[in-house]
């Protein structure tokens, strides 16, 4: 086979990478190089088959889209069909041109198909080919997911806290940018001001929820603690578990007020949640806008702040950092990227 040199290479390029987004845009890349499509799609789709973001890579390169456009009725079509029979469908476009869908993989809250748009029908070969690739990917997919997620209750984990916070330091720059995350809903800023906000949380008492009922008990709290973030909060903000009994939600909103709802209603729904053996837990939280002018220790470090307020002041509340400042309820901590800070 003449272009095994060229798969080998793609393949070695395909499995060096550990992003997510790159993985994405590499794997169109590859199936365009080796199949020459007239185009190569990833689209993403929610539970009732919504699409709701798309990659595009063709002869005029890669396009990304977040449900800008309504897809043609036809690929649609072509979806359904492929979740239907759960295996690759292959169909021909009223242009003349030929449509295969092939189903890739299958999150919790968003499923990825690749649709590939040829002149000619794909070779029987072809086709297994691709879907040996899409194996690949899946596996990686698979590998990466599981390195990024806290093993006990599912929510992303510290260290890609360390590599998101970055990110959206990064993108609090520009108004216009798009929120991106791993396997999850994208969206863009629709409204002007739209900014971020962090929220550093801690389970109140929890170091006697293990003295006194043991530590079996205590996971099934951080456990059902993750599951009631996932209920409070949008498929397009991000929830880690930052270590012990704190977790970390990173939110987009237009302004404080927003944010204060965000967070004020996930406290009062663990306020109101019945755990089992256990009873009524509370959290405190401390919150602050994240900026482009920030760095990543001093963003902790301001929440950090906004918690100690809260956990010192009755527990069971949401703090925002600016506002205690203002206030004159702390003191407020200047930053430089050169300031060396020793956080734990």
Known sequence: ??????????????????????????????????????????????????????????????????KTKKEQPELLSAIRMMRRINAPYHSRLANGNNLSAFPILDFQSLSVCLILESRRPG????????????????????????????????????????????????????????????????????????????????????????????????????????????????????????????FVVVTENLDIEGAKTAFERFRLKVDQFDFPQVGQVTISLGAVKVTSADVVHAVLDKADKALYYAKQNGKNIVCFYDELVNQGLIESTQFTLNQDIELF
Not at 33 to 55: C, N
Not at 162 to 180: A, H, K, P, Y
Request: hydrophobic share 35%.
């Open 123 to 246: 070779a029987s070969n072809d086709i297994k080919l691709i879907q040996g690739l899409l194996q690949i990917y899946r596996n990686f997919c698979h590998l990466i997911e599981d390195a990024q997620r806290d093993q006990l209750t599912g929510l992303l984990n510290r260290k890609t806290f360390d590599e998101s916070i970055q990110r959206v330091i990064g993108m609090s720059s520009s108004l216009n940018t798009t929120f991106q995350i791993q396997q999850d809903d994208r969206r863009t800023h629709e409204e002007a001001g739209s900014c971020y906000w962090l929220g550093l949380i801690d389970i109140d008492n929890f170091k006697r929820i293990n003295d006194t009922l043991g530590h079996i008990y205590g996971d099934e709290v951080l456990l059902l603690m993750s599951q009631v973030m996932r209920d409070s909060f949008r498929e397009s903000d991000l929830l880690f578990r930052f270590g012990g009994e704190e």
């Open 1 to 66: 086979m003449s272009s095994t040199p060229h798969l080998l290479d793609r393949l070695a390029t395909l499995t060096s990478i550990r992003d997510l987004e790159l993985l994405e845009f590499s794997l169109l890349k590859t199936v365009h190089e080796l199949f020459r499509p007239e185009q190569a799609t990833m689209i993403k789709y929610d539970g009732s088959g919504e699409v709701k973001f798309t990659m595009r890579y063709g002869h005029d390169g890669c396009h990304e889209s977040l």
